[in-house]
Structure formats: C-alpha cells, structure tokens
C-alpha cells in the first residue's frame, strides 16, 4: 500500500471508506437496456480502486446493486467485488435499493434466510459507527424508511460512538436537479429526521439518482455516490436528462476529527503528467515546512523569489 505523507495542518484520517453505488448488475451477462455493460463497468471500477493502492476500512455499495433481483447477478456481484474485499482486508457493506429485491438479496448475496424483511445492518469500523438502512418498500420504486426502522436507529443511535456515526441508504433525502426523482423520492424524511435529531450522526452516504451531489438534510452533510452502471447527463436540460455510458465515479470518504471529506474518483483513466511522484514526495519529506514552502509554494518572479 501506498506510503502517507501529511505536509499541512490536517493529520492523516482517521478512517477511509470506498463509496460505490447503483452497480445494476444483470444475470446471464445482458446489457442494461440493451446498450450498457454493466459487469465490464463495475470491473473496470474495480479495477481503478485496485490501482489506488488503498487500505480502505469498508466498501460501502448504497443500493440497486443489480437491476431485477436476479439470484445470478446478485451471484455475479460476489465473485467481482469479493475478492477486492478479501485483497484489501475491508468488510463489504452492501445496501438494498429500489431495483434490488429483499428475498433475493438476503439469499443469493448474504446467505441467509429470503424473507421480506428489511435489510438493516451495523459495524464498528474502530470506532466509527456505520448502519445501513433499508429505504426500499417491496413492489415500488419510491423510498420510505418504516416505523419499525425509525425505532431500530434511534436505539443505536442512543448512545454515541467515539468517532460518530455514518448512515448509508439508497435513496437520498435529497432535493434532485432531474424532475423524475421526485416522484421516486425517499417519503416521510420528517421522520427520519426526528430520529437522527442530536445523534452523532456526521454524514449520511446515498444513492439512485446516478450523479455525484452533496447537501445538508437536518443539519447533517448528504453525499450522494454516482453510478458504475450509466450516468445522468446533465448537461441536458433537466426535463431532457437521459442516461450516458460515461463519467462513471465512486467516492473516496476520508473520516477525520472535525470533518468528512468526499471525493469523486472517476472510473476513466487519461494520460497524465509524472512531475509528481514517490521520489518528489521523499524529497518534500526531508525538508523542514519553511523550506517546503521556500520550494513549491513561492512563486518566481516580482512578487515572489527574487530574481538573481
């Protein structure tokens, strides 16, 4: 793994997670709508998180982890993202979304019994608090949270973890620039807000609209994940919005003291520069922090080094 360098105010984080979303994974290898790979899709974003030389604490997916339910795709995610999981030591959190089926996804994907209830689930990732709720209601495509779940987190959440809580869902609590979803949206975000209202609660990760956007919902920061399957193009006008086989992304979540960052890593790779690398950054780190600023951050010329 790669090696980390801290050179400003901000230590290294204290945890990391990998934010993955909407992989839509079909059985028997079909295309999505006849036109997007999905499997070649998500492995090339597998691929891409392998190249980031990363020791993630978790891989969160928030839902529509395949797109009809199918015993086999729910099969096929496994055998893609697993062995990533097991390589990096990183549990897998998987999250039910709207396209996703209960019965299924209990059985194909987590082994145990295909009933209809939701698929919740907690994980203290060293002292990060992670719960997965279920925002999908059986036969629809909207978003609820029900009561029993409501009662479920606010006993979780009655005690704080030492470094917070992050909840994962699919559908986002979210207004969305694309008209459609608001007939898909998440219902009764009151409710929701009622039972995180002075929690711990540092930062909700979501899904299903397909495009990378943050927010606040009750004070709490809102980042949701772009897709691995199509994205939304929004250089459309909203009306107009369709889906595209390009700008695939996922998130990079840094966890530190006083913050949350999240960062859109595309899945698309181009040829880059090489000034920076593993010998530019050993040779920072052997300089004291003026001597750093002497050498990358003044600028030549009138306003800056003094000419010879």
């Known amino acids: 793994m790669s090696t980390s360098y801290t050179f400003g105010r901000h230590p290294a984080p204290l945890r990391t997670l990998l934010h993955l979303s909407d992989t839509h994974l079909l059985g028997g290898g079909g295309r999505l709508g006849g036109v997007y790979d999905v499997e070649a899709n998500l492995r ?16 969160v997916f928030t839902g529509d982890l395949t797109d009809l339910g199918e015993p086999e795709a729910y099969r096929l995610l496994r055998e ?19 396209h ?27 002292g990060l608090r992670l719960i997965a709720l279920d925002s999908t209601v059986p036969g629809w495509h909207h978003g609820d949270i029900d009561d029993a779940q409501l009662a479920w987190l606010r006993e979780r959440l009655r005690d704080p973890a030492p470094l ?5 869902l ?31 609660v540092r930062a909700v990760l979501a899904g299903h609209l397909h495009y990378s956007t943050h927010g606040t919902f009750a004070g709490v920061p809102v ?13 459309r006008p909203a009306a107009s919005v369709n889906g595209m086989d ?16 999240h960062t859109v890593v595309p899945v698309a790779e181009a040829p ?37």
């Open 223 to 235: 980042s949701v994940a772009s897709a691995t399957c199509y994205t939304m193009d929004l250089g």
């Open 246 to 261: 390009a700008g695939q992304s996922f998130h990079l979540v840094h966890v530190y003291d006083d913050t949350i960052t």
């Open 170 to 200: 699919h559908h986002p609590p979210l207004p969305s620039h694309v008209p459609l979803f608001g007939i898909l949206e998440l219902q009764r975000q009151e409710l929701l807000a009622e039972a995180i209202a002075g929690a711990d």
């Open 272 to 308: 880059s520069g090489d000034f920076f690398g593993p010998g530019w950054y050993e040779r920072m780190s052997g300089l004291t922090p003026d001597e750093r600023l002497e050498v990358f951050s003044r600028k030549p010329g009138p306003h800056g080094a003094p000419d010879a």
């Open 164 to 168: 917070g809580t992050i909840l994962a």
């Open 100 to 126: 996703d089926e209960r019965p299924q996804m209990r059985r194909d994907l987590l082994g145990g019994e295909p009933t209809q209830e939701p698929i919740t689930g907690e994980w203290d990732l060293g």
């Open 80 to 98: 893609v993202v697993e062995p990533l999981a097991e390589r990096l030591s990183a549990p897998i959190v998987w999250v039910a979304g709207n």
């Open 44 to 59: 090339r974003t597998i691929e891409r998180i392998e190249g980031m030389q990363l020791a993630p604490d978790a891989l």
